[in-house]
């Protein structure tokens, strides 16, 4: 049981236009929302994050909005570059940061073309 | 470099054979986790250590051990290592939560 879905497994948009990543979740229980982002033979790096207690988070080019009633959430990257080319996992917590354990999705490859 | 330090970044093993993979962190975080990365799974918990001194299991813990030595290292342990065990393996720390994991490099390992 896929708690934490990504069902778009790649997606490719054109330097300068924005990149829009999905991800839904099943549990309510979450509480708390990251994105990571992963390139080739390299460990995942933390990008945002958003309470549940929020309904957007923005840093520089990335904003992650929430939509708790449609358990969704996206990341909207603008404008997008060449090296955001990268997979980008969602991943989820519902413990209130006590154990810090995450669900991930599934991750969704982005390449960027210049 | 601060950060998280996997050893080996790959092995091969034989089915049944064991072996420990290694995990350090300098960054002086309280939780450390082992993950497993395989494809269209996304990231999968394995293990993980709250604080020093103690571990609890993840998501797919069978198969597996784990030691917590001290502050900064946490072993990863195959004991009779079998091919659905071939994998990617990432540990990851955190100081305080709404920071992140660092994630270490990974291992990739492969079970024939």
């Known amino acids: 049981d896929q708690q934490v879905k990504q069902n778009s497994p790649s997606l490719s948009v054109q330097e300068g236009r924005i990149s829009i990543l999905n991800c839904d979740y099943t549990?309510?229980?979450?509480?708390?929302f990251l994105w990571y982002k992963k390139y080739p033979a390299e460990g995942p790096t933390f990008l945002i994050s958003?309470?549940?207690?929020?309904d957007k988070n923005e840093d520089g080019r990335f904003t992650v909005f929430l939509n708790k009633s449609a358990k969704h959430l996206s990341l909207h990257i603008v404008p997008s570059q060449p090296g955001d080319s990268a997979v980008y996992f969602c991943?989820?917590?519902?413990?209130?940061?006590?154990?810090?354990?995450?669900?991930f999705g599934q991750g969704t490859t982005l390449q960027v073309k210049p | 470099n601060a950060g998280v330090t996997q050893t080996p970044k790959f092995q091969v093993l034989k089915t049944g054979q064991s072996m420990t993979l290694q995990c350090a962190q300098d960054?002086?975080?309280?939780?450390m986790y082992w993950y497993r990365q395989d494809p269209g799974m996304g990231l999968r918990l394995i293990y993980y250590?709250?604080?020093?001194?103690?571990?609890d299991k993840g998501e797919v813990p069978n198969g597996y051990n784990v030691s917590r030595l001290n502050k900064r290292e946490f072993s990863l342990r195959l004991e009779s290592a079998a091919p659905s065990q071939t994998s990617v393996y990432f540990c990851?720390?955190?100081?305080?939560?709404?920071?992140?994991?660092?994630f270490g490099s990974g291992t990739r390992l492969t079970v024939v």
């Open positions: 549990n309510s229980m979450f509480d708390y």
């Open positions: 250590s709250a604080s020093e001194g103690t571990t």
């Open positions: 960054m002086n975080h309280n939780s």
């Open positions: 991943a989820a917590s519902a413990e209130n940061g006590n154990t810090g354990k995450l669900i």
């Open positions: 990851a720390s955190i100081l305080t939560f709404d920071y992140g994991y660092t």
């Open positions: 958003i309470s549940s207690i929020k």
